[in-house]
């Protein structure tokens, strides 16, 4: 008797402007997705070049000052640390279209003193630091939509309520629901006939859209797919399924809920535009109020402080500490600097990491909150499995962390072969003189962990049994006639 219902909804939504108005709009958004992604000025061909010419850039760099000497590749740095584009950025382009796609490990430019006494003049490079760009000043100058999948999805959300706000309401004031409760059926059978009826309405064209969007992608072959590839959009299918279901459960519920199918629209298109645009734009302008970011001008004036007093306490005194320059003969005074750099150090790594911790942390927390919404929910999952989600960046800025780590340690224990060396890291005169092979330099791999979609997941399968409930509850307690 279920699927008896589901075919006698199918057969009606078939029949409908709706139905037509869906089965033009998703192909024409799945083919501008396709072709947008892969022929446009920022689809994966242009990233990938970029990041494929960063990385050579950063060998030959790495390369040239290895030539050179451990110390002056120690100053140096391996330059930039690149963020591989995601393959999936068609689906959903998250954060990574607005934050750099590379961190810099790199010193500041040349300092030098001179005071015309020869063991006194000095030019020095601080130790290595990440430079952080979290926000790229040209990524949105256009405005324009972003007709990606998540997009879609949202679209979807929409033409769920229009498929569901009448199903049960209508039936109501067309006298046809007695007639079909007169047989022997229950109200939780026509509501999972009505429910199944919808759901394959809105789920076959898009599988149908999604299948044109592949093939398009396919035969201009500028993306190319792995297996893992596959998998990831499998379970993207997977996540508009559930999204879509949330709000058909959504559209009974407030269709048994009210005598007319005018006011069940009006409660559904009311309820709609409150989870896609009211709730996470209140919810995220509380969080940027709640606890507000300093400027970058805060922070550099903060930097430059705390960096002056440490210039008083080394540089500026009386007398002064670093006085002598550093050398082979002058070990004592090697080891100062190399305090001194250690102060600088650790004063830039500690206001760089946390203002971008600070930062990152603030839109993890808005995006957790918005959460009660399922449309929210579900752009997060897509931009986790597509690994163009906050949690993606959080996790390459801490695997950028670790690698300015080991690269350091390699230094340290390179350096420890070379008996001529004094050993004292960070000071170029206290390290290494000598090349060191450049296939030896650790590269930096980023490693993508998928984990945190989990937890949307788990909220969708949340939202579903929820609005599974409100309606089966409000179908019993409503009144046939």
Known sequence: MIWYIAKKEIHHNLTTLRFALMIILLPVLFVANALIYSLGDRGYTDQINAYNERVRQNRKHIKEQANVSLAELALRGPGDIPKHPSRLIFCAGGVDEVVS????????????????????????RHPLRLEYEVVNSGSNSTGRVKINWVFIGVLMSFFAILFTFDAIA??????????IMSNTVSRGQ?????????????????????LLNLLIILLIGSIPFDSADWLRILGIVGLFALHISVFIFLGLFFSSRVSNAITSLVWLLLTWVCLAFVFPSLLGTFVSNL?????????????????DQIEDEWQRGSPKRLKKSPSLERISVTRLWAEYFTAINDTDTQIADGHIDQQLQQVQLARDLTQISPIATFQYAMEGLANTSIVGYMNFVKQARRYRQTFIDFVKTEDQGDPESLHIYPVKEGLSQKPVDPNAVPVFSEQISYRSVLSQVGLLVLFNLLFFIMAQVSFLMSEVK
């Open 170 to 179: 209508g039936e109501r004031a067309r006298g046809t629901l007695s007639l």
């Open 291 to 307: 606890n507000p970011i300093p400027s970058v001008d805060e922070i550099s004036m903060r930097r430059r402080a705390q960096l």
């Open 101 to 124: 796609r590379s961190i810099k490990l790199k010193s500041d430019y040349n300092i030098s003193r001179s005071s015309g006494i020869e063991d006194e003049d000095y030019a020095w």
């Open 190 to 210: 026509v509501l999972l006939g009505k429910y199944l009826g919808a759901f394959v309405t809105l789920m076959v064209p898009l599988v149908m859209g999604v």
